[in-house]
């Protein structure tokens, strides 16, 4: 992406929550993987207290993309706060995606229910083999077309 477009970003894995997390230390899109619920309304929480009204800035926190999974699905959902949007024939312009915790009624879920570990060899036996990489893909695409086109399309995924 970075060659494609000129960027020179860079990605910077941290675990959350860590001492040294601070405002400085977001960015304006924020990828998790989590194997607990815990953690992503941890974050949740932090990323309302830190949101700014000035997304010019380029430790904004704007979107959040968590992917999830269970044995044999899993979801890759990509949320943000209110941001101005375009007006467009094309669309209908949504000024908000919700993020995962606003999708999930956490409440109804056990913390032991969270899904299988995302280490390979404790997954293998949990889950099926290509739910990670079809979430991956996934995720790269909704990233490819929001740096490509600049939008996103909602997908919804029905069971078979």
Not at 67 to 73: D, E, P
Request: glycine share 4%; net charge positive.
């Amino acid at each position: 992406i970075n060659r494609f477009f000129g960027y020179a970003w860079t990605a910077e894995p941290q675990c959350f929550p860590t001492r040294n997390f601070s405002n400085n230390s977001t960015a304006n899109i924020i990828i998790t993987c989590t194997d607990n619920i815990r953690s992503r309304l941890t974050l949740w929480k932090f990323l309302k207290k830190v949101r700014k009204e000035n997304f010019s800035d380029h430790s904004a926190p704007i979107y959040w993309m968590d992917f999830g999974n269970s044995q044999t699905k899993g979801q890759v959902i990509i949320g943000s706060e209110k941001v101005l949007q375009p007006s467009s024939q094309e669309y209908i312009p949504m000024p908000k995606m919700n993020v995962i915790t606003e999708e999930v009624d956490y409440a109804k879920i056990k913390e032991n229910e969270s899904g299988p570990s995302c280490s390979l060899a404790e997954a293998l036996e949990k889950q099926d083999l290509f739910i990670n990489s079809t979430l991956a893909h996934i995720g790269c695409d909704l990233l490819w077309k929001m740096f490509k086109e600049g939008k996103t399309l909602k997908m919804t995924a029905i069971p078979v």
